[in-house]
């Protein structure tokens, strides 16, 4: 326990390498692997030390890029790579270097993601960026729409989950009074 962050440190690089393969028997597991490593924020200054640019690769590919149809990557590693970044936006030490990535609009695109544990993951990495006021201004309109499409319209079981983040991701936005106006333009306050 005393030394895990030492021995992180060492095995890290690996974990990284894998993740970066391109064969999804090595990155799915070293995915995994790293989503764990995520848990724990003892570990985020490390992790983040070394760059997020790799996931936030893996989020585009997952769905969370511009071009948010085309999924390149197999709909388990995109799951892993929105959980690594649910772990990672837990602890507000991460959030600057998420925000240099555009993970909320990344993780807004994966809203719509066909898998609801990916949605949901999603929503929850949004809802624990909006906890944190230095996240509001980049919540713009498109991530507020996605966060809107989730809170409104029939739920299934399986989404209810992702539709609770969400509501508590606006509810987040709605502890800044300099988000009232820009929630209310977007009918925020219907859904």
């Known amino acids: 326990e005393e030394n895990k962050v030492d021995i992180v440190k060492n095995i ?15 990155r799915l597991p070293a995915l995994r692997t790293l989503s764990k490593l995520c848990e724990n924020e003892d570990l985020h200054e490390m992790i983040i030390a070394h760059g997020v640019d790799y996931l936030v690769y893996l989020l585009e590919m997952a769905g969370g890029g511009n071009d948010s149809t085309v999924h390149r990557i197999s709909v388990e590693v995109g799951r892993e790579v929105a959980r690594c970044l649910v772990n990672l936006s837990g602890s507000e030490t991460t959030h600057t270097m998420l925000l240099a990535g555009n993970v909320p609009q990344g993780l807004a695109r994966l809203c719509r993601h066909d ?17 944190n006021k230095l996240c509001h ?14 809170c409104s319209g029939n739920v299934t079981s399986e989404k209810v989950e992702s539709r609770r983040y969400a509501a508590l991701a606006i509810g987040g936005l709605c502890t800044n009074i300099d988000c009232h106006s820009h929630l209310l333009n977007h009918n925020v306050v219907s859904s």
């Open 12 to 26: 890290f690089p690996s974990v990284k390498s894998l993740v970066q393969d391109d064969d999804e028997a090595c």
């Open 137 to 150: 201004e980049y919540m713009n309109d498109f991530v507020l729409e996605r966060l809107n499409e989730l």
């Open 115 to 131: 898998d609801g544990t990916t949605q949901m993951y999603s929503a929850l990495g949004l809802m624990n960026m909006s906890m």
